[in-house]
């Protein structure tokens, strides 16, 4: 089992960075592809970007590439969303996910994840 807890949301003005942390509280996601996802009330949850076991593989959302970067830290079982040049539309609740370690391909689709951290609150004022 993997539990998950994210960190580092908060407000900021558009055009700051944020940086939100997914750390691992109980089990290992040294071996886990991982993603973030985020969500506005009343909207389908999306994805923003992924990351394999290794760090080498990453992808984005249209919407955040050239923005966002996703990496990750094992050895800390933590995996990082740097968020930069942050826009008003960026506002939602951001959550992380991994899959279980025997898959181990990146995915943008959320079904594909098996396990779930609460969220943190992003909210960009513009």
């Known amino acids: 089992q993997v539990q998950l807890v994210e960190s580092g949301g908060g407000l900021v003005q558009a055009g700051g960075s944020l940086r939100l942390s997914c750390a691992a509280s109980e089990g290992a996601i040294s071996r886990s592809v991982m993603g973030w996802f985020r969500q506005v009330p009343g909207k389908e949850r999306e994805f923003v970007a992924t990351i394999n076991w290794s760090g080498f593989s990453t992808t984005y959302a249209d919407s955040v590439k050239g923005r966002f970067t996703i990496s990750r830290d094992n050895a800390k079982n933590t995996v990082y969303l740097q968020m930069s040049s942050l826009k008003s539309e960026d506002t939602a609740v951001y959550y992380c996910?991994?899959?279980?370690?025997?898959?181990?391909?990146?995915?943008?689709?959320?079904?594909?994840?098996?396990?779930w951290g609460q969220g943190t609150q992003v909210t960009v004022s513009s």
């Open positions: 996910a991994a899959r279980r370690r025997d898959f181990i391909t990146p995915s943008t689709v959320q079904s594909d994840y098996n396990y």
